[in-house]
Nanobody
Framework: QVQLVESGGGLVQPGGSLRLSCAAS????????MGWYRQVPGKERELVAT???????HYADSVKDRFTISRDNAKSTVYLQMGSLKPEDTAVYYC??????????????WGQGTQVTVSS
């Protein structure tokens, strides 16, 4: 069984910073692309950033130059460093990873979500 466990959400003031972490665990053969998505009530989940196994990154326009995605392949962990936070960044942030298990085919897995609230 494969799991993604997130940590690092919370309340932060506008202009502040926050770092999210997401660790994959279980019977994993290989972790492929990892990423972060976010969702606010009444809206669809949207892409924030992704990173491939080799470190190629992609960002939503709304977070470019403010957020940085990175990963530690040895720990099967992805990070999202968020800076210059705005109230509109408030959302539940979800970790996503395409994982090939030891037995079976690659599939997309999701974390449980972590709340990020930007407010004064």
């Amino acid at each position: 069984q494969v799991q993604l466990v997130e940590s690092g959400g919370g309340l932060v003031q506008p202009g502040g910073s926050l770092r999210l972490s997401c660790a994959a665990s279980g019977r994993i053969f290989r972790v492929n692309t990892m990423g972060w998505y976010r969702q606010v009530p009444g809206k669809e989940r949207e892409l924030v950033a992704t990173i491939t196994t080799y470190g190629s990154t992609h960002y939503a326009d709304s977070v470019k130059d403010r957020f940085t995605i990175s990963r530690d392949n040895a720990k099967s962990t992805v990070y999202l460093q968020m800076g210059s936070l705005k109230p509109e960044d408030t959302a539940v942030y979800y970790c996503n990873a395409n994982i090939m298990p030891i037995i079976g085919l690659p599939d997309d897995y999701w974390g449980q979500g972590t709340q990020v609230t930007v407010s004064s």
